[in-house]
């Protein structure tokens, strides 16, 4: 049996009208049950802090922008789904009392989903730090130029990418982008993080899955007129030619809270519209 809650914080997609209606009827709920509710100002990490649980309102992408701005705070995140996809926001909101009832009384699990680091090193110089929860993306923009780049794993030279840009996925983010670019869904658990080109020149580039303890180095070859590096498609990175990309699984972890009933399976089924379930 968990602890008991009685401090819950709430992050809302405030673009989102279902997000904000459905906070409302969670705040009622959980006040009426002793429940003490925060809602965030503009400083995720220090509602957080405060927190023993955290409520987040809105789709995946505020999930990802939850988990970044955490800045590494343990906090179990519950998230329910007032997008359209709801991988990591697994709450429907026709489900949401039932799941925050469920909740109150002890009755979920949690899993610990690892996050990216990514370091620039440019002209010798290390830039700030990033972290992923679904992925790092290196990218051409809207230029029409190929990119060239070599990649290694642990200081040994792998090979030399030509292609349109390069996807590096934890499991979390291996049913996103990189899912779409031909690389494989890594299911939990999962003790690694995949590394896959975006169309390849040759067909012999395939994804790679690297192990937990990797560390991946890509250095920009190729004229680096508006190529870009993203971090959950959401911070935006400029790169220039020569500059190395270090991408490792980081020290960070995301708790997701998955209330009693969930079934990983079940929802890649039901999403991906995949059939014949029954074997």
């Known amino acids: 049996m968990s602890a008991q809650i009685t401090t819950v914080g709430l992050a809302i997609n405030p673009d989102k009208k279902l997000a904000r209606q459905l ?26 802090a ?12 505020t999930m990802l922008r939850v ?19 709801g991988f990591l926001t697994v709450v429907p909101a026709e489900r949401m009392e039932k799941a925050l009832r469920a909740v109150l009384a002890g009755r979920y699990t949690l899993r610990a989903r690892a996050m990216l680091k990514m370091d620039i090193v440019r002209r010798e110089r290390w830039l700030p730090a990033h972290y992923a929860l679904n992925d790092v993306v290196i990218s051409r923009g809207a230029a029409a130029r190929i990119v060239r780049m070599a990649v290694g794993i642990d200081g040994e ?9 390069m996807i590096f996925a934890t499991q979390t983010g291996s049913t996103a982008y990189s899912m779409s670019a031909g690389g494989p869904i890594l299911t939990p658990g999962t003790e690694a993080f995949v590394m896959t080109p975006i169309c390849p020149h040759s067909l012999t580039n395939r994804s790679v899955v690297v192990g937990r ?19 959950d498609g959401q911070v935006r990175v400029r790169l220039r030619s020569a500059d190395t990309i270090h991408v490792r699984r980081g020290n960070r ?21 995949w059939s014949g379930a029954n074997v």
């Not at 955490?70 to 996809?85: C, D, E, F, H």
């Not at 809270?257 to 991906?272: C, N, W």
Request: glycine share 10%.
């Open 23 to 48: 906070a409302r009827t969670a705040t009622a709920l959980l006040k009426r049950a002793g429940v003490h509710v925060l809602s965030a100002h503009g400083d995720v990490a220090a509602l957080a």
């Open 50 to 61: 405060r927190s023993q649980m955290l409520l987040v309102f809105g789709g995946d992408g």
């Open 67 to 85: 988990a970044r701005e955490m800045n590494g705070a343990q906090t179990p995140v519950l998230g329910i789904n007032a997008g359209a996809l």
């Open 157 to 165: 030279p792998l090979t030399e990418y030509v292609c349109d840009g």
């Open 213 to 231: 303890s990797a560390v991946v180095e890509t250095r920009i070859l190729s004229q680096a007129e508006e190529l870009v590096l993203t971090v």
């Open 253 to 273: 972890q995301f708790q997701l809270v998955l209330p009693e009933g969930y079934s990983y399976y079940e929802t890649l089924q039901r999403k991906l519209n």
